[in-house]
Nanobody, 123 residues
Framework: QVRLVESGGGEVQPGGSLTLSCAAS?????????MSWYRQAPGKGRELVAS???????NYADSVKGRFTISRDGAKNAVYLQMDSLKPEDTAVYYC????????????????WGQGTLVTVSS
């Protein structure tokens, strides 16, 4: 019913750019659902990178503010993460995240993750 598929990862030099996409199944209605991007760098835990509320308000981790932009396209049922001025510390597997907590409630909610897409930033 709910499936998230990320794409767009790759290898880039410092200062370069990449755009990640997250295609959501019809079980996710983006116009009423908050969405998030997480990443997990080598040897580190999973980190919240960016999120967008159901009303379209974006939020960013301090480490990516001014460099990353989260957006969504309701017609395509997709969420995007534009990454500019990439740094080596941005190297990580990036994951799209969705929860139906705000629809189902705290006793029945589920969390959904994409399969991840690898971003490597190196000289």
């Amino acid at each position: 019913q709910v499936r998230l598929v990320e794409s767009g990862g790759g290898e880039v030099q410092p200062g370069g750019s990449l755009t990640l996409s997250c295609a959501a199944s019809r079980g996710v209605i983006l116009t009423i659902s908050p969405m998030s991007w997480y990443r997990q760098a080598p040897g580190k835990g999973r980190e919240l990178v960016a999120s967008i509320t159901e009303s379209g308000k974006p939020n960013y981790a301090d480490s990516v503010k001014g460099r990353f932009t989260i957006s969504r396209d309701g017609a395509k049922n997709a969420v995007y993460l534009q990454m500019d001025s990439l740094k080596p510390e941005d190297t990580a597997v990036y994951y799209c995240y969705y929860t139906n907590l705000w629809i189902i409630g705290p006793t029945r909610f589920r969390e959904f993750w994409g399969q991840g897409t690898l971003v490597t930033v190196s000289s």
